[in-house]
């Protein structure tokens, strides 16, 4: 297995053979637990399915991008999410958690359009630095202890608080997403693709981690704002006017339903969450890819000049219904079935969360809807190169997969 992964580092320069190799290696990971000598451990099929998923959008942005920069800023960033999945101790852990800011920061910085770009670096620095700091203090009061990504010391609240902070902002949950919507708006759509696939889903892994340590207490805080960022983060995409912030603000809605199924800490809600953690992986990169498209063939992102602009292509907007279907949770997708399963949960847990969910998916299928609608509908006719389709089919495939079904029964 060693071998494949030092020949990938070998092909660092030319994206294909690099792809490949890395391929191989994650088939080798699921036959192996651990590798003497390397701090690396593979503990759970999550981690194994999370670097899949990596790879898989690792594929798409190289069939769909020209710039050979972009394509190198993106080997690096699958190449520390890799590693950030199967760390055997907490100081990698977190070493590739702040590394993984580096080659987005560069593509933000370097490839985005707008003078905004870099205010919202800014925002993103500040963010990862505050979060970050208190993560520290607490691992230096572990006396440094480089044994397991695993905690085992009995956590206050106070200290339990400050060790999530650093996931938190990754999540990104609401009061810490300021940095997302953001980022996503200046950032190119490559950047896009991989900060709402990828970079998300570092904070969900370490947050992971970390739940072993909690002694299943705290955790009534994270409850609360998981439910106020599912129906304020929704109420955010209802008055977006900009497509791409509103597609940054539904991911915000998503990954606070699914700290909400994590914070359950049942076996159903990990389940679940790995699930949703999948299906919105593949659901918000096809999106961001797909408004991507729209930018660069009309130079503008609003919602409102988008008026019939796939309908100029009938299997362009058959993909696009599909894909704002997929995030809003429609059956057969993915999405549905993880959002069913923390339902449920949540139903034997509380029942008054039913009218909270209840609002979150009324207004979550309203602004689903209105973009479908707004985009399949009017007098317009645009001309457009259907060519990319190629790209997006592999993804509608895997958010409307019933093949994760196998994995977990």
Not at 15 to 37: A, D, E, Q, R, T
Not at 123 to 135: E, K, Q, R, W
Not at 312 to 339: R, T, Y
Not at 376 to 399: A, D, E, R
């Amino acid at each position: 297995m060693m071998e494949y992964f030092l020949l990938s580092l070998v092909w660092f320069f030319k994206p294909m053979y690099f792809f490949l190799f890395l391929l191989f290696y994650v088939l080798f990971m699921m036959n192996s637990y651990s590798w003497s000598g390397l701090f690396m451990v593979v503990d759970s099929m999550t981690f194994i399915l999370l670097i899949m998923m990596s790879l898989f959008i690792m594929g798409i942005i190289m069939m769909s991008e020209k710039n050979n920069n972009l394509l190198i800023l993106t080997e690096m960033l699958v190449l520390v999410c890799i590693l950030f999945f199967v760390p055997s101790n907490f100081l990698m852990l977190y070493m590739f958690f702040e590394l993984s800011m580096f080659p987005i920061l560069v593509m933000i910085l370097g490839y985005g359009s707008q003078i905004e770009k870099i205010n919202s670096s800014y925002y993103l620095i500040f963010y990862a630095a505050f979060c970050s700091f208190p993560f520290l203090f607490v691992y230096f009061n572990t006396n440094f202890l480089l044994v397991f990504s695993y905690y085992d010391i009995i956590l206050s609240w106070e200290v339990f608080f400050i060790l999530t902070l650093s996931f938190m902002m990754k999540f990104p949950i609401y009061f810490l997403h300021l940095w997302l919507p953001k980022a996503h708006v200046e950032a190119p759509t490559t950047a896009s693709m991989l900060l709402a696939g990828l970079l998300l889903k570092l904070g969900t892994a370490g947050f992971f981690r970390i739940l072993g340590s909690m002694n299943f207490i705290h955790n009534n805080m994270w409850m609360i704002i998981a439910f106020l960022g599912m129906v304020l983060g929704s109420f955010c995409c209802v008055f977006q006017s900009d497509s791409k912030s509103l597609a940054a603000y539904s991911s915000v809605t998503h990954m606070s339903f699914l700290l909400l199924s994590l914070v359950f800490i049942s076996m159903s809600g990990k389940i679940s969450s790995l699930m949703l953690m999948l299906a919105h992986g593949y659901t918000s990169t096809l999106m961001f890819y797909l408004v991507g498209e729209y930018y660069h063939t009309s130079t503008s992102r609003m919602i409102y000049f988008m008026n019939s602009f796939f309908s100029s292509s009938m299997i362009m907007g058959i993909l696009f219904s599909l894909v704002f279907l997929s995030n809003s949770g429609v059956p057969p997708s993915l999405s549905f079935l993880s959002e069913f399963l923390v339902v449920t949960n949540g139903m034997i847990f509380t029942k008054s969360m039913f009218t909270i969910v209840f609002i979150y998916f009324l207004v979550s299928f309203y602004y689903s809807l209105f973009l479908i609608t707004n985009s399949l509908m009017g007098k317009v006719f645009l001309n457009f190169n259907t060519w990319n389709i190629g790209f997006s089919s592999p993804l509608v495939l895997m958010m409307y997969n019933v093949f994760w079904f196998s994995v977990f029964y």
